[in-house]
């Protein structure tokens, strides 16, 4: 079974430009998840999609962030414009909709934002 | 609000020896589910272990085990037999259904850093 793919896998960009990160999740994995890692701390959720919808973004900042998951499979996410505080990890992670299973997590997107 | 406390920000285990990371838990919620995550510095996370609510029974997976105690809200993870490889950092995390909503969350502790020495 194929895991969680993101891309890319690293990313460089100045203050004030646009930056998007790509997940695919696990076939039949109805939830998808986008955390955002800054270095030393735990991932902290930006937004929640179950299928298409999105059931929970309440710590994504809007102003300059924004989702979509096309067809409820791939998702991509958007800063614009970034901020230095931008630069951390993005994860995305799927899982069963269903029952109080684990997580799959991608490999993340380390971003760098000078 | 449901939050999960990790009070150890590193710990340090001589090779072969076994290990206690501690989690806490808050919950209000009689449904839910406790996970261990381990993050190498690769930065890939890796799930580990997972303890349901109502489970009788402590969790195990081969050198992991979990040690759950629902009146404390404590989910701590014992590592026996310590490997140079499990050097990394550990998350407890807690999934659990949202009030009047049919869809879950999860919510992640701050980790602890594990450095196993030779």
């Known amino acids: 079974e194929a895991g969680v793919a993101q891309s890319p896998r690293y990313k460089i960009i100045e203050k004030r430009q646009s930056v998007a990160f790509w997940c695919n999740p696990i076939s039949g994995h109805a939830t998808l998840y986008w955390y955002q890692q800054i270095l030393g701390q735990g991932p902290k959720l930006l937004i929640q999609f179950q299928n298409n919808g999105v059931v929970d973004d309440s710590q994504l900042p809007k102003d300059r962030f924004s989702a979509e998951r096309l067809k409820g499979v791939d998702s991509t996410l958007k800063i614009q414009p970034a901020k230095l505080e931008d630069s951390a990890v993005y994860l995305c992670a799927s899982s069963l909709v269903q029952g109080f299973h684990e997580q799959y997590f991608g490999p993340g997107t380390r971003l760098t934002v000078t | 609000a449901q939050k999960i406390t990790q009070t150890q920000p590193g710990m340090f285990v001589q090779e072969k020896e076994a290990v206690t990371l501690d989690c806490t838990y808050d919950?209000?919620?009689?449904?839910?589910?406790l996970f261990w995550y381990k993050q190498p510095s690769s930065g890939e996370m890796i799930f580990l272990i997972y303890q349901g609510s109502y489970d009788q029974q402590n969790a195990t997976e081969g050198r992991y085990s979990l040690n759950f105690q629902k009146a404390r809200k404590s989910a701590n993870l014992v590592i026996s037999a310590s490997q140079l490889g499990d050097s990394a950092m550990y998350f407890c995390a807690m999934r659990g259904l949202v009030m009047k909503t049919s869809y879950d969350k999860v919510i992640f502790g701050p980790g602890t850093s594990l450095s196993v020495i030779p």
């Open positions: 919950t209000s919620d009689p449904s839910y589910g």
